[in-house]
C-alpha cells in the first residue's frame, strides 16, 4: 500500500508470442505479419531503444525516418490519383492536395491536416501521406501544413504555425465550413488548436477528426504498458518517443494543455470523430480524450478497428479496414460541416 | 509462409509488470489493484487454468462462483435500493427489478436484461447485479431472465428461454418500447435474441445495449491474445472459458449465429451502444461485433473505458466510470425507445 492506503500492487503478464489474427482482412493480416517479421528481424518501426543525444543526431535520424515515409509516396499517388500544390499560407509552407475525386458540390468546404511523426519527423514532402487518403475518400481539398518542428523549432511554433494558415483560410469561407483531422502528433496538433482559437476567442471548426491522438505526452496512459511490444507501428513510449516529447514541449513542459491536450478544457468543441485500433499503443491517449470530450458535453464518435496499430491506416492505405477507417471520417465532416 | 504466401511471422511481446494506472478514479484504481494482488497471491477471478471434467464438477464449480457473486448483492441493494419480484414469466424465472429511483414518466417503458457468466455461471439469485443497477440509473422497472444454462440445458435454451420472455413482454407494450441489455453472456444472448427475433419474423426491441459483450465463442479474437493475463476479470480464453464456450453451444457448435452472434447478420438491428475497456479480454469480440452492425448500417455506438477490465463496471460499482457506463446506457434508451 502506498501513503493513502491504497492497494498498488502491479500485475504481471507473462511473455507471449501473438499470431497474426484471422479477424481482418488479407491486406492488414500482411501488413501486421510483415511488422512482426521486421520486429523478429531486429528492424522495423522506429528505433525505439535509443534516442539521439544531439540536434545533429536528431537531424541525421529525421533525415533517415522521412526516407521512409517517403518511399510511400508513389504508390499511394497510383491508388489515389491527386495533384499537389505546394504554396505558402501566412508564411507557412502548406501543400494543398486536390483530389481527382473533388465533388465539385463541397467546393465551399476544405479540410486542414496535420502530419504525423512525434512532432518531429515527417516534414516536407514526408507530410501529405494521411492527407492524400483524406482527400480522396473526402473529395475535398485538403491544406497539409508543413509545420516547423524540433529541434530548431520546439512548442509553440507547431501550434502558431496552425494557427496562421487557419486565420488564412477562415478569412475565406465561414468557419464552420472547414474540417481539421491528423493522426498521432496531427491529432495533438487538430485538438491544440481548437484550443488555441477557443483561447483567443476565434471561431471554431465545424468538425474534427482526430485519429489515434496523441494526447498526452507525460506517457501516463494505460495502453503504453498493455500495448507496450504488441503495437508494430509504435511500439514503446520509452526511448525516442519520450525524447520527441521532451524535445517538442521544450520549456512549457509535456503537460502544458497545448502540448497535452488532455490536460485542456474541451467544452465547446466541435464534433469530433475519433479513431484507434485494439493495439494502439495510443488507444488510452484516444479513449481518455473522447471520454473527457464526453463528459464536456460534445457530440463525439469512438471508432475502434480490431487488432489495428496505431496509424496502422495510413500505411496499411491498401486494406478495406483503412477505407472504412476515411469513410467514416468523411461521412462524419459531410454531416458537421457547414456551407 | 503459409500455403497462400501470406506472411505469418508471430509477434514476440516480452514479460511485463502492468503499474496500477493513475489515469482512472481512485475507486477504480482499488479495483484494479484488488484484482492485482489476488491474480498476485494465486487466486481471484474465475478458475481460468483449469476446467470441470464432469457434469457434477461443474455444478460444484457453479456454486462456489454464484457464492461471490451473491456477496455482492447487499453492498449493491444499499447503494442502488430497489424491490425484487420473482415470477414466471411463460414458464421462466425472472426477477422484475423496480428501483427507488423510477420514473413514473417512463412507466410504458421496460427493460430486458440477461446476466452474464458464461452461459453457465450467475443464475438464481446472482443473477441481479447488472439488472439493479440497470434499473437504478435508467429509472426504469428491468426483468432480469434467470433462462436456463448447462450442464442440464445447453442451447438452445437460453435463447428459447429470451424468446418465451420476450413475447410475454412484447405482448403488453409496443416492442420498440422494450429496451433489451446484458453484459459478456448476457450481451451475447441481447445480440442472438434479435437474431432469433429477426428469423422468427417478430417485432424488434426499441434499443439494445450489450457490454462486452461475448459474440465469438470459437476465441479468435485478436484481444484474446492481447489482453490475456491484462484483464483481471476474465484473464484468458483458454480453459474454463473455452470450456464453458464447449459446454454452452453442444451440438449446435461454437460458430452458430445464435450461439457467437458475430456470424449472424446484424442488418435491420435496432440502435445499439457498446460498452467495453482498454484492459478487456473481451475488446476485440465488442469491437468486432460494432463494426459488423456499422457495417450493415446500423445506427450504433461505441464506448470504452480507460484500464478497465471485462464487465468491471459491475464490480466496481462504486466508481464514477460504472456511473458514466450506465448513465451513457439510460440515455441511449431515452434516445431511441418509443412509447
Same mark, same amino acid.
Given at each position: 500500500?502506498?501513503? +493513502? ?7 504481471a ?9 484471422? &479477424?481482418v ?11 512482426? +517479421? ?60 486536390v ?21 518531429v ?8 501521406g ?7 475518400? @473526402?473529395?475535398?481539398t ?6 516547423r518542428?524540433p529541434?530548431?523549432h520546439?512548442?509553440?511554433a507547431?501550434v ?24 498521432s ?10 484550443l488555441?482559437?477557443k ?8 468538425a474534427l477528426?482526430t ?23 509504435? @511500439? ?10 521532451a ?7 509535456? &503537460? ?7 490536460y ?7 464534433p ?8 494502439d499503443?495510443?488507444? @488510452? ?6 471520454r ?12 475502434v ?13 491498401d ?20 456551407g
Open positions: 500500500m502506498d501513503d +493513502a492506503g491504497q492497494i498498488q500492487t502491479p500485475r503478464v507473462a511473455a507471449k508470442s501473438l499470431r497474426t489474427p484471422t &479477424t482482412s488479407p491486406q492488414l493480416q500482411r501488413s501486421i505479419s510483415t511488422m512482426a +517479421a521486421q520486429a523478429a528481424a531486429g528492424g522495423g518501426g522506429l528505433p525505439l531503444g535509443w534516442r539521439p543525444g544531439s540536434a545533429d543526431e536528431w537531424t541525421a535520424l529525421i533525415a533517415q525516418v522521412d526516407a521512409q515515409a517517403l518511399a510511400l509516396v508513389p504508390a499511394l499517388a497510383a491508388m489515389f490519383p491527386h495533384r499537389v500544390e505546394l504554396m505558402q499560407v501566412a508564411g507557412v509552407t502548406v501543400r494543398q492536395i483530389p481527382a475525386s473533388l465533388d465539385p458540390a463541397k467546393a465551399g468546404r476544405v479540410l486542414l491536416n496535420f502530419h504525423g511523426g512525434g512532432y519527423l515527417n516534414g516536407g514532402e514526408a507530410s501529405t494521411e492527407a492524400v487518403l483524406g482527400a480522396h475518400y @473526402s473529395r475535398m485538403v491544406v497539409s501544413v508543413d509545420y518542428m529541434p530548431e520546439p512548442f509553440p507547431a502558431d504555425d496552425a494557427v496562421a494558415v487557419w486565420r488564412a483560410l477562415a478569412a475565406e469561407r465561414p468557419a464552420g465550413a472547414i474540417g481539421v483531422f491528423g493522426t502528433a496531427g491529432g495533438g496538433l487538430t485538438l491544440a488548436l481548437a488555441k482559437l483561447e483567443l476567442g476565434l471561431e471554431l471548426p465545424g477528426a485519429g489515434t491522438p496523441w494526447t498526452d505526452l507525460t506517457g501516463a496512459s494505460d495502453s503504453y504498458q498493455v500495448n507496450a511490444g504488441v503495437d508494430g507501428v509504435f @511500439s514503446s513510449f520509452d526511448g525516442m518517443a519520450g525524447g520527441m516529447a524535445l517538442y514541449a521544450g520549456d512549457a513542459g509535456v &503537460t502544458h494543455p497545448l502540448v497535452s491536450p488532455i485542456g478544457d474541451f467544452a465547446g468543441f466541435p469530433t470523430i475519433f479513431t484507434t485500433g485494439t493495439r499503443l495510443l488507444l @488510452s491517449d484516444t479513449v481518455r480524450a473522447y473527457a470530450m464526453r463528459a464536456a458535453g460534445v457530440t463525439a464518435r469512438l471508432e478497428h480490431e487488432a489495428m496499430s496505431h496509424a496502422e491506416y495510413i500505411y496499411a492505405f486494406s478495406p479496414e483503412s477505407a472504412v477507417v476515411f469513410r467514416d471520417i468523411a461521412a462524419f465532416f459531410d454531416e458537421h460541416l457547414k
